[in-house]
């Protein structure tokens, strides 16, 4: 908890660092707070997105980091929630990585790793650099991960529903993190079946990644199924594909080069560390063979991954495109840096000093390849003050619907028009009863059919009822904007975001695996008693 304080004392006199990803988590929070509000526990489209045109955010983005963001500013000033956020997420994974290296540390080491862990280089470039909030708070599965995959070898199909809980709530925390997690759940197993040369080991890891699956199916299905109504071939656009982020990888973009070559140089260091403190620790190696052997296969593994050699690799296994950045591997890799690194060096004095080297990188990357960019308080005033009034914020490409050019759109568009019209007289004009983001309502009169163009992208899951009757839309050419058509005189219009057959089905794929889960767990104990 003190090491997460003293990560996250600089914004106290600098600001909020604000990463590449900062306005997005954050409009994120907001949106979700002012959701709550108006009743919608759970939202699914981001009505205040591209400008208030809107977008299925929430469908395919994992409620984990909204919801802590957005609880956090429920209580907070907003200008304090990203550093509560961080603090939180940071002190979770000390404590994961210390409940793993008791299992072979004595406290004070432990300790030790633990706060290595929960501030290690690759966790400062995402919390400066990068504001992956997301992928931040992932971060503490991944002890978790190893220690369970451990305890299965003594207690074998006992460990499966802790397993299946860690892959659930990496999927309902970052999708890339839960890919990485799903894969290295995979490896770790393998690696142990072949050291204990037992095939059951693999049968209990594919069950865990299977009803892991299956506890998340309320958020994994729809964003399966729906992919297909968002342009999200836009994840992998140039710039965030694989091939153009590998170590120390240049393309035609300045900031792209510079951002690379700063995390490519953090990766170098604590690789190095690495090979250093694996070599050190052969002691261990003979004390807890699987153990070692584990962390070293993930390290390597995590480290190869970095390289433009493996591209093969990103092309073809599945899902592993999507994780878009190689060096988000650094996510794991760190997991084994801090226990080499505390099993390798019980002096206190070598530990400090190879802190400090890599320290002294993040120093030399700030100071010479590219400061971090931050955020004041009137920042979030203004961010607030922007979905207050309804202006809205930017969106992200890739939960655009599809054939809508949210680059084309007209940002001070009114609510309804008409679409084939000239501008209308006073007593055509709309009146609005209600414009929720899954719900609007408004009146409007003609003396003659028309079609009305909204301020509101198309999306599939929207049902439109004029007079009571429903009604089919079309798109709007380029801009992908919803038209209604209306006849003439009066015309009550209500819209509604409906559910969908892959958000019920999930819903109950999700329930009846807590309800076994839950069964599981309660005749265990009752049978232990």
């Known amino acids: 908890m003190t090491t997460a304080f003293l990560v996250v004392l600089p914004f106290l006199f600098l600001g909020n660092p604000s990463g590449h990803d900062f306005e997005f988590h954050v409009n994120s929070w907001m949106e979700v707070l002012g959701q709550w509000k108006q009743g919608i526990l759970y939202p699914r489209w981001a009505v205040l997105a591209q400008y208030g045109y809107g977008e299925a955010r929430f469908i395919f983005y994992p409620p984990a980091s909204w919801t802590l963001g957005a609880a956090l500013g429920a209580i907070l000033p907003w200008k304090i929630v990203p550093s509560a956020y961080v603090w939180i997420a940071l002190t979770l994974s000390g404590c994961s990585m210390f409940f793993l290296a008791r299992r072979w540390l004595e406290r004070r080491d432990a300790i030790f790793a633990a706060a290595f862990y929960a501030a290690n280089p690759y966790y400062l470039v995402i919390v400066y650099w990068r504001s992956a909030f997301a992928e931040l708070l992932a971060g503490a599965l991944l002890p978790l991960l190893l220690l369970y995959v451990l305890r299965s070898e003594d207690e074998g199909q006992e460990m499966v529903i802790p397993l299946a809980l860690i892959v659930a709530a990496a999927w309902l925390t970052n999708i890339p993190a839960a890919v990485m997690i799903n894969y290295s759940l995979v490896l770790l197993i393998v690696i142990l079946a072949a050291l204990k040369r037992s095939p059951r080991v693999l049968l209990h890891g594919a069950i865990a990644v299977l009803l892991g699956a299956a506890l998340a199916a309320f958020f994994l299905l729809p964003a399966a199924c729906e992919r297909k109504w968002v342009n999200i071939g836009e994840v992998l656009s140039p710039g965030v594909r694989p091939r153009d982020n590998f170590l120390f990888t240049h393309i035609a973009d300045v900031d792209h080069n510079r951002f690379n ?31 070692w052997w584990m962390l070293f296969g993930w390290a390597v593994a995590a480290t190869l991954l970095n390289f433009s050699f493996t591209s093969f690799l990103w092309e073809h296994l599945p899902q592993l495109r999507y994780l878009q950045l190689p060096w988000r591997w650094l996510l794991c890799l760190n997991v084994s840096v801090a226990l080499f690194l505390s099993m390798a060096w019980r002096r206190w004095i070598v530990r400090v000093l190879l802190c400090f080297s890599m320290f002294a990188v993040l120093v030399f990357v700030w100071q010479n390849v590219q400061p971090p960019w931050w955020e004041l308080a009137a920042d979030f005033g203004q961010m607030l003050r922007n979905q207050q009034s309804g202006s809205g914020y930017e969106g992200t490409d890739e939960y655009v619907p599809l ?6 759109i007209k940002k001070d568009a009114p609510l309804v028009a008409f679409y084939d019209s000239a501008v209308p007289d006073q007593e055509s004009q709309p009146r609005i009863q209600q414009w929720s983001a899954e719900s609007k309502t408004f009146t409007i009169a003609t003396s003659q059919p028309e079609r009305l163009v909204l301020r509101l992208f198309n999306y599939p899951a929207w049902r439109v009822a004029v007079n009571g009757r429903a009604v089919a839309t079309t798109t709007r050419d380029v801009t992908g904007q919803m038209l209604i058509p209306v006849q003439a005189g009066e015309n009550q219009v209500q819209i509604t975001f409906a559910r969908t057959w892959d958000r019920t089905l999930g819903g109950i794929i999700s329930s009846v695996s807590a309800l076994f889960v839950g069964g599981f767990v309660f005749i265990r104990r009752r049978r232990s008693r």
Not at 264 to 290: D, G, N, P, Y
Not at 403 to 408: E, H, L, S, T
């Open 403 to 408: 054939n809508a050019d949210p680059y084309q």
């Open 261 to 291: 070559f700063l995390v490519s140089l953090v990766a170098s260091a604590e690789m190095i560390v690495l090979a250093i403190a694996a070599l050190f620790s052969r002691q261990w190696r003979h004390r807890e063979r699987h153990a």
